[in-house]
């Protein structure tokens, strides 16, 4: 009987496993693959930057870990979607920064997704030894962080940003070890309207209902929250 | 006639056993102490009846309570349009602040309720059978006026519900959030997640009145709509507000096996015996609430047809209906 090599039926069963393997070694090293070059052409923006894209790192730090006097901000474990839709805002100027505007007007759309991946792909932020702060600022902002004041219509930090301030991916990054600087110049942005890109007016909403005094005991707080004061 | 009463007066008189001016003098008496004990009473009920609309001064008071960190505020009297049935007397009310939980065995079973209410997949596991918490319907930890606030609830039981056709006491209507919202089963009575729900509550409304219905109770109710809730109108409604935090589908976002936002529909969701399921009850809470943090941002009409979207989907059954 004449085997027809098209027909799968016709394969000894043998090299019917074979084909199979074949297909998911192929598939297995594309993919992961993929992803990973990526991830190593953001690596290289990060660390050399390009044709007048400052290297990340001068402000972002080596690991991604920000700068906390500068307020400039962690970027290391970000949802990738939302780091993305910020260098995407920083050129279209939804968002308004100096610095960041001319860099992300520099990056091809290839280059923001690299750039994107690299920083997601790096470890968040942890906490470490626990701080002993209990001054009623770092009091303060713990409540609004974990349960918000909705006599004044303020959901809590936490509940959209994460458990403990982590993040939801795709859309709410973390907030937990962002530097104060940095989260107090966001709030402000949204009062003052020069960064609109948050979806639909969340932040905006939050923010004008908050006092300067609010803004910066939930910013002190978020740089090193107490994780186990979510439950007590 | 006078002259025969003239006749026995006199005759009463002279036998000197009985005066007949004393049957004048009892009833003078009488008279008198009625009046000193109905008369101040009548006075003091009206004035607490006009004492309620004089209060419209105050525009929302105890409001900022929680903030004094004091104890219970006091029951304030709300604007009235005018003096109505004592039944149906709105009254604003502040629960007791979070850092005055008190101490002691009471204050570790309403610890425990508290835990219990915001993370209800951990602390009663045994007893729901989807993704949701409490919190996730009455927001703030069961605290936010008009998200059926807790202590607003408590003091209207016991009370007769048409869902069972019987009187309900307050387990009895927790139980009914367990079997329904929760998909889950009965905690049952004396059990201690129950007891510890049940001292949360109490602890939230000590100091309200009971029986009468608070300002912020369950659900502001809506309008009957001007067009039917409509599902393709609810979907664009859906996808322009709600999908960043529900999911395009509907199923929640989750964060490391947990939901951080809750499913709408699907088997993690409320089922088809929750209360939640009713359009209007869906609509009013999603009115107030909905996105978080912009409660009253939709119109009514978006709120009825997003409601209708939603409850459009398929759920788990209702126990009631798939036992019989």
């Not at chain 1, 890109?197 to 740089?223: C, F």
């Not at chain 2, 009187?167 to 004396?190: Q, W």
Request: aromatic share 8%; with cysteine; net charge positive.
């Amino acid at each position: 009987m004449r085997t027809n090599p098209f027909n799968p039926r016709c394969l000894h069963p043998a090299s019917k496993g074979g084909l199979l393997a074949m297909v998911l070694i192929a598939w297995a090293s594309l993919g992961p693959g993929a992803a990973h070059a990526d991830r190593l052409a953001g690596a290289a923006l990060a660390q050399q930057g390009g044709p007048g894209i400052t290297a990340c790192l001068a402000c972002h730090g080596a690991r991604g870990e920000g700068q906390a006097a500068a307020g400039f901000p962690r970027l290391a474990g970000q949802p990738k979607a939302y780091l993305l839709k910020q260098l995407q805002d920083f050129s279209n100027g939804k968002r308004k920064n100096p610095q960041m505007e001319p860099i992300a007007r520099a990056l091809s759309a290839r280059q923001k997704r690299d750039a994107a991946d690299y920083y997601a792909s790096l470890p968040g932020w942890k906490a470490d030894a626990k701080t002993a702060a209990s001054s009623p600022q770092f009091l303060l902002g713990s409540r609004l962080a974990i349960r918000g004041n909705w006599n004044k219509g303020i959901p809590a930090c936490f509940a959209c940003h994460g458990p403990d301030g982590a993040g939801t991916p795709p859309h709410f990054p973390a907030l937990a070890g962002q530097p104060s600087a940095y989260t107090r110049a966001q709030l402000k942005a949204w009062q003052a309207e020069t960064r609109s890109n948050d979806p639909q007016g969340l932040m905006k909403a939050v923010a004008d209902r908050m006092t300067e005094a609010e803004i910066d005991a939930t910013s002190l707080y978020l740089e090193h929250p107490l994780l186990s004061e979510r439950r007590e | 006639m006078p002259n025969r009463l003239r006749n026995w007066f006199e005759n009463q008189k002279h036998t000197r056993t009985f005066h007949p001016s004393w049957i004048l003098l009892v009833v003078a008496a009488t008279l008198i102490i009625a009046g000193i004990v109905w008369i101040p009473a009548e006075w003091i009920s009206k004035a607490e009846y006009e004492h309620l609309p004089a209060a419209n001064a105050v525009p929302a008071p105890g409001k900022n309570a929680a903030q004094t960190g004091a104890a219970p505020t006091a029951v304030e009297p709300l604007p009235l349009p005018a003096p109505t049935d004592p039944k149906t007397i709105r009254v604003d009310f502040s629960p007791p602040d979070v850092d005055d939980l008190p101490s002691g065995a009471f204050g570790e079973t309403v610890r425990l309720g508290r835990n219990i209410f915001n993370d209800t997949q951990t602390y009663a596991r045994a007893y729901v059978g989807n993704g949701l918490n409490c919190v996730n319907c009455h927001l703030d930890e069961g605290r936010k006026a008009d998200s059926a606030p807790l202590w607003a609830a408590y003091g209207m039981f016991p009370a007769y519900r048409e869902k069972n056709r019987r009187v309900n006491s307050y387990e009895d209507r927790l139980t009914g959030c367990f079997r329904f919202s929760m998909n889950g089963k009965a905690p049952p009575p004396g059990s201690k997640e129950l007891i510890a729900l049940m001292s949360y509550s109490y602890w939230l409304s000590r100091g309200a009145p009971v029986g009468v219905e608070l300002a912020g109770r369950g659900y502001p109710k809506l309008a009957e709509p001007q067009r039917p809730p409509d599902e393709a109108r609810g979907k664009k409604v859906f996808e322009a507000n709600c999908a960043i935090c529900h999911g395009a589908d509907g199923q929640g976002t989750q964060v490391s096996g947990r939901y951080a936002f809750p499913p709408l529909w699907g088997k993690d969701s409320y089922n088809a015996g929750a209360g939640m399921t009713q359009i209007h009850n869906a609509a009013a809470f999603i009115r107030a609430n909905m996105p978080l943090g912009q409660g009253n941002k939709l119109t009514e009409q978006e709120a009825w047809d997003v409601a209708k979207y939603m409850n459009s989907h398929s759920r788990p059954a209702d126990p009631r209906v798939t036992q019989s």
